[in-house]
């Protein structure tokens, strides 16, 4: 009987943790940077409300563009914090937790970064065995991090760097059903690995999210949960209303896929500085500094936004969106 209680306990927990990770866009954040290169907290305030004013589903913080291993320990904790308090249960956040090293200290941040009051506390895959030890070994460490965070729900980032380790389906079907993990953000960027995928974690807790613009439409038809790729620091509106309309306004929603994969070519050009020109440009209070690395920009490259800048504008005023410009 009591473990019959624990067990309705544990399925009861999950299905309310499932609310948390809604359809759509999560944005991967940006981190402001005053000039001497020191988190701009009152810009984190600007980039969350911005992010949820585009109508966004979630929060990345603590992630890839938001130069996370350029952070400190504490940064990273204080940053998941901020973004939570200011988000203020609009949306819901997700931050990563894991950060190399044994097992055992990987397991002490992710209950620290819980801490934060986040839905989700992302694992990247690559930290969670080595490049050249194989999904068994991959497998068993997961066990071990599952066996010593308790009931803290989780997520999966298949983070390119340092090095790129995808989840194969087999994989999925093996992490699907331990209902621990609600959030993936997919890296893949091969449809048809996609595809298996998206079938390895259907009717399961597990949220899917692609990171990759060419890929989205495809990906959103065969059962895909939403978007959570860098060109949403650009255009998040886009991408929300290609989330929520690609059914009933098809031919729209693949005239807005070719524009996405095309403007999603500029998406790594200086990034993440670019992304911070963009938004200074369309009236922002933020500037270009990172710490990952130090980007400069000329009179072709402010060009080159802007006229991304007025495309973006111009898809607004045709979806009846607000104007792109910050408010």
């Given at each position: 009987m009591q473990k019959k209680r624990q067990t309705d306990s544990f399925n009861e927990k999950t299905t309310n943790a499932v609310h948390h990770f809604a359809d759509g866009v999560w944005p991967v954040m940006l981190t402001a940077f005053a000039s001497n290169k020191q988190i701009d907290w009152d810009g984190i305030d600007r980039l969350t409300d911005w992010y949820?004013?585009?109508?966004?589903?979630?929060?990345?913080?603590?992630?890839?563009?938001?130069?996370?291993?350029?952070?400190?320990?504490?940064?990273?904790?204080t940053l998941?914090?901020?973004?939570?308090?200011?988000?203020?249960?609009?949306?819901?956040?997700?931050?990563?937790?894991?950060?190399?090293?044994?097992?055992?200290?990987?397991?002490?941040?992710?209950?620290?970064?819980?801490?934060?009051?986040?839905?989700?506390?992302?694992?990247?895959?690559n930290e969670l065995a080595a490049q050249d030890q194989?999904?068994?070994?991959?497998?068993?460490?997961?066990?071990?991090l599952l066996e010593k965070t308790g009931e803290i729900p989780l997520g999966l980032y298949e983070c390119p760097s340092p090095y790129h380790r995808l989840l194969s389906p087999q994989l999925l079907s093996w992490i699907a059903p331990t209902k621990r993990f609600f959030w993936l953000k997919e890296t893949s960027e091969q449809i048809d690995l996609i595809t298996k995928k998206i079938e390895a974690v259907q009717a399961s807790c597990l949220r899917f999210y692609n990171a990759n613009t060419v890929t989205l439409l495809s990906s959103l038809r065969l059962g895909a949960n939403g978007f959570s790729g860098i060109a949403a620091n650009f255009c998040p509106a886009l991408f929300v209303w290609l989330c929520e309309h690609f059914k009933e306004h098809s031919e729209m929603a693949e005239r807005l896929q070719r524009f996405l994969s095309i403007a999603g070519a500029l998406k790594g050009y200086k990034y993440p500085a670019s992304a911070k020109l963009f938004l200074a440009l369309s009236g922002m209070k933020i500037n270009t500094t990172c710490r990952v690395l130090d980007y400069t920009f000329g009179v072709n490259d402010i060009g080159m936004m802007e006229a991304l800048r007025q495309e973006i504008r111009a898809w607004h005023e045709e979806l009846g969106l607000p104007d792109v410009s910050y408010q």
């Open positions: 949820i004013a585009s109508g966004v589903a979630g929060l990345f913080a603590v992630c890839g563009s938001s130069e996370m291993r350029e952070l400190t320990s504490e940064e990273r904790l998941a914090e901020r973004v939570v308090k200011r988000a203020n249960g609009r949306v819901h956040v997700v931050a990563t937790g894991t950060f190399g090293g044994a097992i055992e200290e990987q397991a002490a941040f992710v209950k620290k970064i819980a801490d934060t009051g986040v839905a989700a506390v992302v694992c990247l895959v194989t999904d068994k070994r991959w497998k068993a460490n997961v066990e071990q």
